[in-house]
């Protein structure tokens, strides 16, 4: 194998998985941003969710 | 530059080669779409780099320069939970060497103690005011209007929280609006952080889109957005259009495209900087760039009507489509041609093309960081990062890019998505 084979082979697989990387990246950059936005209860979500009256309490 | 030409030549005949041998009506129409990107990209390439030298050029020749200390500029800080940064910033601001000054820091409802932290700076001593306006939280864009409208000063200066100015950097933007044409000038943009490889690459590719972009545009006074970081504008321009738009997430974009689309001139202050912490972790990056897209995708989409204008606003026209090119159709072309390399690769094992393909953009963008490190005398220690940027960097941004089209194509929702500041500004 010479060296301009080598390095042809080289490149080619790190296209090839930097682009996969690149793919999972985005997903994970979505599940993150999907699993922040569900972990923000209001006191109106969890009163809809809950279908009665809550209870709740502030800190001074 | 001769590595790189020669690089293409070596490309462009074994582009031909395929094109000619190849019986596949797919892989001939990819030859000839990869072929015309390659173009594109070299004119792009050449020409940006040409404008920019006769820019500086131009501005090192420009020997009547006078010191203009008339204008009242009113800066605007909008703030949203900065407690971590806020001090250094509002340091920066003070020390500036620009005397008539007044400093509007907006806190747009923050929930931390960015408003008290704030509050302390309070002062007035005739030419230099800071005041601390408190709002119900309502984003960015409202912010902003919100401090323009309390403004005294005719030109107006928008700075991020999160940014430090180099105290020279409002005397230095002042000075362009001598000429009543310039609506808006963008100041520089510099990282502050550059203690990883991701964000030592940011740091080059702001170098690099400020130095070579952001200069070339400077040289037909056509800049296409004013960074969030710094920027100044003239008070009757921005009331003009109807000062920060709300129904984007790239405000600032949207503003630059209907200043451009009045018929004003936007300029470049180099040497008026601001620095700026970059995103530490990939998923905060992904999450920047995201929002960059989509923002510059809905401020295009709002002012269509102008992409086919060239007779009535061709200025205007060629900017939209320069975005255009550099959010869409770049990343686009980019993984899709490493796709279809890699498909030439496993199908008629031409893997060559694609490591020469691939030697030729580095060799593009080393000699383009080179350039710009050299303009702004910045350490060359980041030029081999140019290598990292064509190999890495660039196709997991342009892939972000990709979804974030697809996605603002289909309409699917977004959120603003404030970025987590380290307070790495000292």
């Known amino acids: 194998m010479n060296v301009l084979s080598f390095l042809s082979f080289l490149i080619l697989a790190i296209t090839l998985l930097t682009m996969v990387f690149g793919v999972i990246a985005y997903f994970l950059y979505k599940a993150r941003e999907k699993k922040k936005k569900g972990a923000k209860m209001t006191y109106e979500k969890a009163l809809k969710s809950e279908g009665r009256d809550l209870l709740y309490f502030t800190k001074e | ?426």
């Not at chain 2, 605007?76 to 509002?90: R, T």
């Open chain 2, 1 to 426: 530059m001769a590595c790189g030409l020669w690089l293409t030549y070596y490309s462009v005949e074994h582009l031909q080669t395929i094109y000619i041998t190849a019986t596949n009506i797919f892989i001939r129409f990819g030859v000839i779409l990869i072929f015309v990107f390659t173009i594109l990209i070299i004119i792009r390439y050449l020409l940006l780099m040409f404008f920019s030298i006769l820019q500086t050029i131009r501005r090192s020749a420009d020997e009547n320069f006078s010191i203009y200390k008339q204008d009242r500029v009113s800066i605007i800080v909008p703030c949203y939970n900065e407690e971590d940064v806020i001090i250094h910033s509002l340091k920066s601001i003070i020390s500036q060497t620009y005397p008539n000054l007044e400093i509007l820091v907006i806190d747009d409802g923050s929930k931390d103690r960015t408003y008290d932290l704030a509050k302390k700076f309070e002062f007035d001593d005739g030419q230099k005011r800071l005041r601390v306006i408190s709002k119900r939280n309502a984003g960015k864009s409202q912010a902003l209007n919100y401090g323009i409208a309390h403004a005294e000063g005719n030109l107006i200066c928008c700075v991020d929280a999160d940014s430090k100015l180099d105290k020279y950097a409002i005397e230095l933007l002042v000075q362009h609006f001598q000429d009543p044409k310039i609506a808006a000038v963008a100041g520089s943009v510099n990282v502050v952080n550059t203690n990883s490889s991701l964000t030592k690459l940011q740091a080059l590719e702001y170098i690099q889109g400020l130095n070579m972009v952001k200069n070339g545009q400077a040289l037909l006074k056509l800049v296409n957005i004013i960074p969030g970081p710094l920027g100044m504008f003239r008070k009757d321009a921005i009331m003009e259009v109807g000062c920060y738009a709300h129904d984007t997430f790239a405000e600032d974009c949207d503003l630059t495209l209907s200043l451009i689309a009045k018929g004003y001139k936007i300029d470049f202050e180099p040497d008026a900087i601001a620095y700026t912490e970059a995103p530490e972790n990939l998923l905060d990056l992904l999450k920047q760039r995201y929002r960059w897209t989509r923002g510059i995708l809905q401020a295009i989409r709002k002012n269509r009507k102008y992409l086919w204008k060239f007779s009535k606003r061709p200025s205007l026209s060629f900017v939209m489509w320069y975005m255009l090119f550099e959010s869409v159709f770049w990343p686009f072309m980019q993984v899709w041609g490493d796709i279809f390399m890699i498909y030439l690769a496993i199908a008629s094992g031409a893997s060559q093309l694609l490591l020469f393909w691939w030697i030729m953009f580095t060799v593009l963008d080393v000699a383009g960081a080179i350039y710009c490190l050299l303009l702004t005398k910045e350490s060359l220690s980041l030029a081999p990062y140019s290598i990292i940027y064509r190999l890495f960097f660039i196709t997991v941004i342009n892939i972000a890019k990709i979804f974030a089209t697809i996605e603002e194509w289909f309409g699917i929702d977004m959120n603003w998505g404030k970025l987590e500041r380290k307070g790495r500004i000292e």
